[in-house]
């Protein structure tokens, strides 16, 4: 069965700088997908990153990059110039399509604290 | 854009009643979900639905029941509500193929709480 596992409960980052999440998973598959998702407070959940597991290269959106290890089956979260609105939960997943449909392993989330 | 709606935002149950949470989607996806979010946990899958008429159970289905006569909503319903379903409820929805693949659109959420 696949597991994600985010080992780093709550963090907290000063303005401008930069701070990694971290994110491994366990999984026998070859083919799959791995998501960072943003839940600030109050608010709904929404994308942040995607990988494709059959991608080398690292995925980038803006200030958010990752740092994907495939047979170390990691996946980190670097968030570079952080900002206030960064401040939320953010969640890593794992999907792979099943019969149809996908399947998603969520991890237990990192509480994400910027500064002022 | 309205995207993926949910109803209540907030509801407060006595052990034994029933509910309904309401979840509505607006860009005509075929998949779509209920989550639970219990603190310090990820998020559980309750119920997933392919398409309008097929519905089929995920991970902790147990209490809860969905219907999905329509493509655009996907009511849960709660039959006889334990304290053990206090949590945060989710609905998502998500693209069956195209570039968007896996990406999972989400609702705002129902806190709901069981006394």
């Known amino acids: 069965a696949q597991t994600v596992t985010q080992s780093q409960p709550e963090m907290s980052v000063q303005e401008a700088e930069t701070v990694t999440l971290s994110c491994t998973y366990d999984t026998s598959e070859n083919n799959y997908y791995l998501f960072w998702y943003k839940q600030p407070p109050s608010r709904q959940m929404i994308l942040v990153i995607r990988q494709e597991a059959y991608k080398q290269q690292n995925a980038t959106e803006n200030r958010f990059s990752v740092n994907f290890q495939k047979a170390a089956k990691s996946f980190s979260l670097k968030i570079s110039d952080s900002q206030l609105g960064d401040t939320a939960m953010y969640f890593c997943a794992f999907m792979k399509r099943v019969s149809g449909t996908y399947k998603y392993i969520f991890g237990t989330g990192t509480r994400l604290k910027v500064l002022a | 854009n309205a995207g993926v709606t949910q109803t209540p935002k907030f509801r407060i149950l006595k052990i034994g009643q029933s509910m309904t949470l309401q979840c509505t989607q607006d860009m005509n996806h075929n998949y779509m979900y209920w989550y639970r979010q219990d603190p310090g946990m990820g998020l559980k899958l309750i119920y997933y639905s392919v398409g309008a008429g097929i519905t089929d159970k995920g991970e902790v289905p147990n209490g809860y029941n969905v219907s999905r006569s329509t493509t655009e909503d996907f009511p849960l319903r709660l039959e006889l509500a334990a304290p053990s379903q206090t949590s945060v409820y989710f609905c998502?929805?998500?693209?069956?193929?195209?570039?968007?693949?896996?990406?999972?659109?989400f609702g705002e959420g129902s806190r709901l709480t069981v006394l």
């Open positions: 998502a929805s998500s693209y069956s193929a195209g570039a968007n693949t896996g990406e999972l659109f």
